[in-house]
């Protein structure tokens, strides 16, 4: 295969462009520090089986105006666990993107790296895992609507396309896989459709904890708080437990509070509210930049007569916070176009 020799002697190599449509060339994830993330669409739905069994249910979820069918293969519906090797994928394909460097959506990765990574163990039970996991993306199928990106289809595709094994040991273990993500995912990508989690969520080992910290990252983000109730929550998790066997889970992860840079506060009216543990909690997270005085003046060519501009400009910086602080291409277009949805 034409990835075997994209890591030997001379480094990593890299692909030529950014097309989502292309899988000719290779990415090589060699990016070691970066910060893990994940698609919005993952931590807004539940694609992932929270089972710790094979799931083999077939899964038909409409919120909102999405609909999501998740149809598992014989090996059983792709876990939240396994979407660590997405997440991995994910945090190395942005941080090139940050860096300017070309991306693909095949990916060759050495297995160690993504263990360790995302903290797993390296022992050869620990490579076995992985090589199950990879079998569950590539045959859990997904048909949606949900757009990524700016372009909606409805489509059927797997989480990954394709992966393979580039490299053994002697002894037969993994060194390297090459994997091919869906174009859909790779869209996400490229539009950095994506949040930044903390390091600490791969230390979280209830698969319940994991989608908490998922809702609550997307939905609160630096907000002062975010209210859901108990039956929208359970939807919105994908647990196949009865309300009362969920709400004492919830009971139990509250107790404890675990959770990473979040907290939770179970409500009257069967409520449970999400608040950030502190604003240091999430210091990685981005800034808008400031608009320019020219953008200000388009802005009062749209606002209402009368209207405060830089009142208009906190208005929107609110919504933007509100919005989990998605990364802008350009700040200014995104601000003057909230400004023209506002008063259509």
Same mark, same amino acid.
């Given at each position: 295969?034409? #990835?075997?020799?994209?890591?030997?002697?001379?480094?990593? %190599?890299?692909? $030529?462009?950014?097309? /989502? @449509? +292309?899988?000719?060339?290779?990415?090589?994830?060699?990016?070691?520090?970066?910060?893990?993330?994940?698609?919005?669409?993952?931590?807004?739905?539940?694609?992932?089986?929270?089972?710790?069994?094979?799931?083999?249910?077939?899964?038909?979820?409409?919120?909102?105006?999405?609909?999501?069918?998740?149809?598992?293969?014989?090996?059983?519906?792709?876990?939240?666990?396994?979407?660590?090797?997405?997440?991995?994928?994910?945090?190395?394909?942005?941080?090139?993107?940050?860096? #300017?460097?070309?991306?693909?959506?095949?990916?060759?990765? %050495?297995?160690? $790296?993504?263990?360790? /990574? @995302? +903290?797993?163990?390296?022992?050869?039970?620990?490579?076995?895992?992985?090589?199950?996991?990879?079998?569950?993306?590539?045959?859990?199928?997904?048909?949606?609507?949900?757009?990524?990106?700016?372009?909606?289809?409805?489509?059927?595709?797997?989480?990954?396309?394709?992966?393979?094994?580039?490299?053994?040991?002697?002894?037969?273990?993994?060194?390297?896989?090459?994997?091919?993500?869906?174009?859909?995912?790779?869209?996400?990508?490229?539009?950095?459709?994506?949040?930044?989690?903390?390091?600490?969520?791969?230390?979280?080992?209830?698969?319940?904890?994991?989608?908490?910290?998922?809702?609550?990252?997307?939905?609160?983000?630096?907000?002062?708080?975010?209210?859901?109730?108990?039956?929208?929550?359970?939807?919105?998790?994908?647990?196949?437990?009865?309300?009362?066997?969920?709400?004492?889970?919830?009971?139990?992860?509250?107790?404890?509070?675990?959770?990473?840079?979040?907290?939770?506060?179970?409500?009257?009216?069967?409520?449970?509210?999400?608040?950030?543990?502190?604003?240091?909690?999430?210091?990685?997270?981005?800034?808008?930049?400031?608009?320019?005085?020219?953008?200000?003046?388009?802005?009062?060519?749209?606002?209402?007569?009368?209207?405060?501009?830089?009142?208009?400009?906190?208005?929107?910086?609110?919504?933007?916070?509100?919005?989990?602080?998605?990364?802008?291409?350009?700040?200014?277009?995104?601000?003057?176009?909230?400004?023209?949805?506002?008063?259509?």
């Amino acid at each position: 295969m034409s #990835g075997a020799g994209a890591i030997g002697a001379s480094g990593p %190599t890299f692909g $030529d462009g950014f097309g /989502a @449509t +292309g899988t000719g060339d290779l990415f090589a994830c060699d990016f070691t520090a970066a910060m893990p993330k994940h698609d919005l669409t993952s931590m807004e739905h539940p694609l992932f089986s929270l089972s710790t069994r094979p799931d083999r249910r077939i899964l038909h979820y409409e919120h909102n105006g999405s609909e999501i069918t998740i149809t598992p293969s014989v090996k059983g519906r792709a876990t939240i666990f396994d979407a660590d090797i997405l997440i991995f994928c994910i945090s190395q394909l942005v941080a090139a993107m940050n860096a #300017g460097r070309a991306t693909s959506r095949r990916l060759t990765l %050495t297995a160690h $790296d993504l263990l360790k /990574a @995302t +903290g797993r163990e390296t022992s050869g039970d620990g490579y076995r895992r992985l090589r199950d996991a990879f079998e569950r993306l590539a045959g859990t199928r997904i048909t949606t609507n949900i757009a990524t990106g700016d372009l909606e289809t409805t489509s059927g595709f797997g989480l990954i396309e394709s992966w393979e094994i580039v490299r053994r040991t002697r002894a037969g273990r993994m060194v390297s896989v090459s994997v091919t993500l869906s174009e859909w995912l790779y869209r996400a990508v490229l539009a950095k459709s994506v949040l930044t989690l903390s390091r600490d969520y791969f230390g979280l080992r209830r698969p319940l904890e994991r989608r908490l910290y998922e809702l609550a990252r997307k939905h609160c983000g630096r907000q002062p708080e975010w209210r859901i109730s108990v039956e929208t929550l359970l939807k919105k998790s994908g647990s196949a437990s009865p309300r009362r066997v969920f709400r004492a889970m919830l009971r139990d992860i509250m107790k404890k509070g675990g959770l990473p840079d979040y907290a939770m506060i179970e409500e009257a009216g069967d409520i449970i509210r999400f608040a950030p543990h502190s604003e240091a909690a999430l210091v990685d997270m981005p800034e808008a930049a400031p608009l320019t005085d020219e953008a200000r003046n388009r802005g009062r060519a749209i606002a209402e007569p009368g209207e405060d501009i830089y009142a208009l400009e906190a208005e929107w910086r609110a919504y933007w916070a509100r919005s989990g602080r998605p990364h802008l291409r350009s700040a200014e277009a995104a601000f003057l176009g909230w400004l023209k949805k506002r008063n259509a």
